[in-house]
């Protein structure tokens, strides 16, 4: 990808799934002096839950109040999915959004399609976390003082004990004692994340009993 550079138009877009690597990926575009203008969630055809990590539609704006930046949601199936990503996607090409940040780390197939649907309108696609170790995130990620709380995690790799456990190194090591990547980039576990260097204020996330739905053991809120 080609960087934008320091005379060109810096607003961005962030794909936001209110996650570590999300969240990661947005303070490390603003460092580089991007300017995050939207953060953009797919949600569940009802509107009431992420997509990606099943967060309740409150948390997601209680992050972009706390971020001060706007957010745009929209209802989608997974088999829509992309579609519904294209119309936010043609609603900024008439506008002053440069690039889309994403929080991929090394998973070919996520990167080339975001660069394939931002291509489609002519704008970058932002990857700062792109082939970065993914231990060195998670310590950065820590180091930075993020707040990720694990909120969903596959029932036939970890125990529901993780459930409501905040990424810290004594946890990374806990995680990695299992035998799976403690980074969870391919499914093993999603977070919140309720605090960090962007927030004005911490979010308040209520954990509630733990339910198991497709696969998946969730903190319901």
């Known amino acids: ?45 009802d509107g009431k839950r992420t997509r990606a990590h099943g967060l309740p539609l409150s948390i997601i704006q209680a992050q972009a109040s706390s971020l001060q ?13 992309e579609k519904t990503f294209l119309s936010v996607l043609h609603g900024f090409k008439e506008g002053d ?19 394939r649907l931002c291509a489609s309108i002519s704008i970058e696609s932002y990857e700062p976390l792109w082939k970065k170790p993914r231990i060195f995130l998670l310590e950065t990620l820590i180091g930075l003082g993020f707040k990720a709380t ?53 979010i308040k996330f209520d954990l509630n009993k733990p339910i198991l739905k497709n696969g998946y053991w969730v903190l319901t809120s």
């Open 1 to 45: 990808m080609r960087p934008i550079t320091k005379i060109e138009n810096k607003n961005v877009f962030s794909s936001w799934s209110g996650g570590k690597d999300s969240a990661l990926a947005l303070y490390l575009a603003a460092q580089e002096g991007y300017v995050p203008r939207f953060l953009v969630t797919m949600m569940t055809e």
């Open 150 to 202: 694990i909120v969903s995690l596959k029932s036939r790799v970890m125990d529901k004990s993780f459930l409501g456990k905040t990424l810290d190194r004594n946890l990374i090591k806990e995680i990695s004692k299992t035998g799976i990547d403690p980074s969870g980039e391919n499914g093993e576990y999603h977070t919140v994340v309720t605090d960090g260097p962007l927030f004005s204020h911490p």
């Open 97 to 115: 959004i440069a690039a889309g940040v994403f929080g991929d780390i090394d998973i070919d197939a996520h990167k080339e399609w975001t660069e």
């Open 69 to 81: 930046i706007s957010l745009i949601t929209r209802k989608t199936t997974w088999e829509d999915y």
